[in-house]
């Protein structure tokens, strides 16, 4: 059976946990106010869609492919981005709420976080390199063994990271954000 190719669609205000979305491939789509949480997306391609207020709380990714995926004011609650496919996988990030996630071992080069909150999710083992926390909150976010070489940190917060259990060559900090690298030495600043 062949998977159906969709292009050029928009989709709005669908709740995909009653009609689950059909396998296959959807490109340059916009889907807006949809609501795929807990659904099933396994082995689905979106390639350069774009997802405006979407819920996609606790979905299945097994296998989903994104690549060059927008995702605006979305909720990603307790989403597993590490089993996603990892061919050509790309996203950006503005003004979501990935909270609970895991992006464990995954190569997000040159990823974008725009206003987003990114509290206790789970960072470890991965390639973040160049990546963009641009004013997100990362409080309790796990960062270990993660290359964060490059990586924009200078207008994020609430941040804890260990600069000896990750590679942070050339990785930017504002001064006053710099207290986040010395939280393990439980010392007081002022």
Do not use: W
């Not at 709740?15 to 659904?39: D, Q, V």
């Not at 396994?42 to 296998?63: G, T, V, W």
Request: contains cysteine; negative net charge; aromatic residues 14%.
């Amino acid at each position: 059976m062949i998977n159906p190719y969709t292009e050029d669609e928009h989709f709005e205000g669908v709740n995909y946990t009653e009609t689950p979305l059909t396998k296959g491939e959807y490109e340059n789509c916009t889907f807006r106010n949809c609501n795929f949480g807990g659904s099933e997306l396994a082995e689905i391609i979106f390639s350069q869609c774009k997802f405006e207020s979407c819920d996609f709380s606790m979905a299945k990714l097994r296998n989903t492919s994104f690549r060059d995926a927008k995702f605006k004011n979305c909720k990603h609650l307790g989403l597993r981005f590490d089993e996603c496919s990892k061919m050509l996988l790309s996203f950006s990030f503005e003004g979501c709420v990935l909270n609970f996630s895991s992006f464990y071992k995954l190569k997000i080069k040159g990823t974008t976080f725009k206003e987003c909150k990114l509290q206790e999710v789970e960072f470890r083992e991965a390639d973040l390199t160049n990546v963009n926390f641009h004013n997100c909150d990362l409080l309790s976010a796990a960062f270990e063994n993660t290359i964060l070489e490059g990586a924009d940190f200078r207008t994020a917060y609430n941040y804890s990271l260990e600069p000896e259990l990750n590679k942070m060559k050339k990785a930017k900090f504002s001064l006053a954000g710099v207290a986040g690298l010395l939280d393990k030495y439980k010392i007081v600043i002022e």
